[in-house]
C-alpha cells in the first residue's frame, strides 16, 4: 500500500500537488499574497491611465481658477473655463521681453519646456532653487470694456522649505504695483510654511511696489522692513523662515532681471 501511494504522489505534477497541499502551506500562502498584488496594481495602473485625461483637466481648471482668484474676478456661480476666457495668453519670450509666436499660448507647457534643453539654460546663479530657466513662459493679461490693460498675470515658482512653490503675481496695469500674490501648488509645511495660503498673509501683498522710482527692484520679504520702506515690505510668516527666504528670493528672482523685468520695462513704455 505504501508503495502504491508513493508511486502516485511521484506522478502527480505541479499544479496538482499544489492544489492538494493544504491551505496554510507556505506555498499556497506566497502564492495568494503575490496574485493580489499583481491584481491590485493592474487594477491600479488601469485606474490611473484611464482617470488621466480627468485628472489632467482639473488640474487645468485648478490653474484657471487660481489665476481668476489672484486678478480678482473669481465668482464661483460662474464656470471656471468660462470665465477664463477673458484672459488673452501669450508666450513671453523672457530674454527679450517681447511676445512670440513660436509657441501655442494655449497649450504651451512651461514647465516641460524649462526641462527641455532646448527651451532653456542651467542656472549657475540660483536663488530661486530652480535648477533650469525656461527661456519662455506663459502670462495672462486681463483687459477692460476698451480693451487697455487692466491686469498682468505673471507665473513665479522657486523652492521653500520642503517643496518648489507654483504661484502667480498680479499687477496693475503701470507693471510695478502688486495687486495679488497666490500659490497654487505646494507641500510645505502645514501650520507654518502653509500659511503662505492664509488670506491674511495673502492680502500684505495688495498695493505693494515693485521698483523704486529709480527703477530698481526693492520688493522683499523679511522680518523687518528694509531702507526702501514699508511700500515695498511684506512680513516674513512668523515660524517659517526658511520658506519665507525662499518666497522671497523667488519673487525676487523672477521680477528681476533674470525673469520677467525685460517683459516690465516693455510694457511700461508701451511697447507691447
Not at 93 to 118: N, S, V
Not at 128 to 141: D, E, M, Q, S, V
Not at 231 to 250: C, K, W
Request: with cysteine.
Amino acid at each position: 500500500m505504501s508503495d502504491t501511494t508513493e508511486n502516485t504522489s511521484e506522478k502527480k505534477g505541479f499544479i496538482r500537488r499544489f492544489l492538494d497541499a493544504p491551505a496554510d502551506s507556505v506555498g499556497k500562502t506566497v502564492f495568494v499574497a503575490v496574485a493580489l498584488c499583481l491584481v491590485a496594481s493592474m487594477i491600479v495602473s488601469a485606474a490611473a491611465v484611464a482617470l488621466r485625461p480627468t485628472q489632467e483637466v482639473n488640474a487645468l481648471k485648478d490653474k484657471q481658477r487660481n489665476i481668476l482668484q489672484v486678478a480678482g474676478i473669481y465668482d464661483p456661480e460662474i464656470d471656471v473655463v468660462e470665465a477664463f476666457a477673458a484672459f488673452e495668453p501669450q508666450v513671453v519670450e523672457l530674454a527679450t521681453g517681447a511676445f512670440t509666436d513660436q509657441f501655442d499660448p494655449t497649450t504651451f507647457d512651461d514647465r516641460a519646456a524649462a526641462e527641455d534643453p532646448a527651451t532653456s539654460v542651467a542656472l549657475s546663479d540660483d536663488p530661486a532653487g530652480i535648477i533650469r530657466k525656461g527661456n519662455f513662459a506663459t502670462i495672462y493679461l486681463l483687459r477692460d470694456d476698451a480693451g487697455a490693460i487692466d491686469k498682468v498675470i505673471l507665473p513665479i515658482h522657486g523652492y521653500g522649505l520642503w517643496s518648489t512653490l507654483y504661484g502667480f503675481v498680479a499687477l496693475e496695469e503701470n507693471g510695478n504695483d502688486i495687486f495679488a500674490l497666490q500659490f497654487y501648488e505646494h507641500a510645505e509645511t502645514p501650520g507654518l510654511g502653509a500659511e503662505v495660503d492664509n488670506p491674511r498673509w495673502k492680502a500684505l501683498w495688495n498695493g505693494k511696489k515693485l521698483t523704486d522710482e529709480n527703477g530698481e527692484l526693492q520688493i522683499n520679504v523679511s522680518k523687518a522692513a528694509t531702507a526702501a520702506g514699508a511700500d515695498y515690505h511684506i512680513d516674513a510668516l512668523a515660524g517659517a523662515t526658511l520658506t519665507s527666504v525662499g518666497v522671497n528670493n523667488l519673487v525676487q528672482f523672477w521680477m528681476g532681471e533674470a525673469g520677467f523685468a525685460p517683459f516690465l520695462s516693455n510694457l511700461k513704455e508701451g511697447k507691447l
